[in-house]
């Protein structure tokens, strides 16, 4: 669903960058940003699996705070567009079921 799309990439990229900016970049510290990211997607009922991939991403390049707007956000925002173009109008199904 959009929301779990757009809240779980944002969630995670910020988890990445937080932990970037605190703890530096180890194995230790990915692994343990990783799944913090993952808890608190499930915590706040927001999963959405290939959003964790963003806290690796965002730790080995290092990124700031101007990366969740871009290509985070523009990038969640352009997923969902997608979603429900390609649900509504090529596989004619009700998609999204509820938007939060």
Do not use: C
Request: charged share 5%.
């Amino acid at each position: 669903q959009p929301k779990n799309v757009f809240f779980g990439h944002l969630l995670s990229a910020l988890v990445g960058i937080l932990f970037t900016t605190f703890f530096g970049i180890s194995f230790l510290t990915i692994g343990l940003a990783v799944g913090i990211s993952v808890m608190l997607m499930m915590a706040f009922k927001i999963t959405h699996p290939p959003a964790g991939g963003n806290t690796i991403v965002v730790m080995l390049t290092q990124d700031s705070f101007q990366f969740l707007i871009f290509p985070i956000m523009v990038g969640a925002i352009t997923i969902i567009i997608g979603g429900v173009i390609y649900n509504r109008f090529i596989l004619k199904k009700n998609y999204p079921l509820k938007w939060l």
